[in-house]
């Protein structure tokens, strides 16, 4: 995992109430602390720490209060909560990033390495596997292979078209269907993904354990043996006076409350 940290120039799609000067500022001073506690992580750890929860509380501000949309913002303040050991934090921004950096390197080296630190390990479904396996492409494949094979494709399959247009062939053809097949399913993929990346249903329980329940109070029985820990990435189906009932990957549905859980989208 790449935990060195990554300068970028912030730039916002609005500065919300916060003026460009101290956005520019809290980026800076972020940046500054940040190294400053990697500088003495080995001999302070206790310091150190202190020095990243300052540099997230920063990060944290300029997203909040600066109403910054920004892939490398979300990515420095997923390392530095890393870094704390709030892996619930860590993976939630990675997620975040992946939103506004789709297949960047960097991100899904660091949320695949987060990913396994997690305590919860889920067995999904048969009809999941199966799946997976028969759309390969979609589930294997990174977003910007599949957009730049899409491109690829598309532009053959016009090539193709245009071919058989000169030579007052019909406009079908074995070549044009082949390609017009592989771009349905690449281009369907790809809208899958945004479709999916656009809603607000997907999120990361951000507590280090929660008791799942059966019901929307501590009242009711647990659903699972074990608790569930931070870093386990669910859907959200429903919210309900302080508690958020999820699904999780093995397709198990309970409630939880609703502090324990936050959404990938920011809406």
Known sequence: MRLLFVGIVCVAQSFGALPQEQVQDLFTDANDVFRQAGEIRERDAAAAFNLYQSAALRYERLIQDGEIRNGRL?????????????????????RRAELYLPGDPDVVQSLRYA?????????????????????????????????????IVWALLWAALIRRRLASKPWLGPEVSA???????????????????????????????????????????????????????????????GWTQISLPDARTAWIPAADVERISQK
Request: include cysteine; charged fraction near 20%.
């Open 74 to 94: 979300h990515y420095n303040l997923a390392n530095t909560y890393f870094r704390m050991g709030d892996l619930g934090r860590a993976v939630l921004h990675y």
């Open 179 to 241: 390609f017009g097949v592989v771009s349905l399913l690449l281009g369907g993929s790809l809208v899958a993904q945004a479709i999916q990346e656009c809603g607000d249903a997907s999120g990361v329980i951000v507590a280090s354990q929660t008791i799942a329940r059966r019901g929307d109070g501590s009242g009711y029985e647990e659903a699972f043996t074990d608790p569930l820990h931070a870093g386990a990435e669910v859907e959200v189906l429903a919210e309900r006076q």
């Open 115 to 151: 990913r396994s630190r997690r305590l919860d390990g889920f067995e999904r479904s048969t009809g999941t596997r199966v799946l997976q396996i028969l759309a390969f492409w979609h589930y294997d494949v990174s977003s910007r292979t599949r957009m730049i094979l899409f491109a």
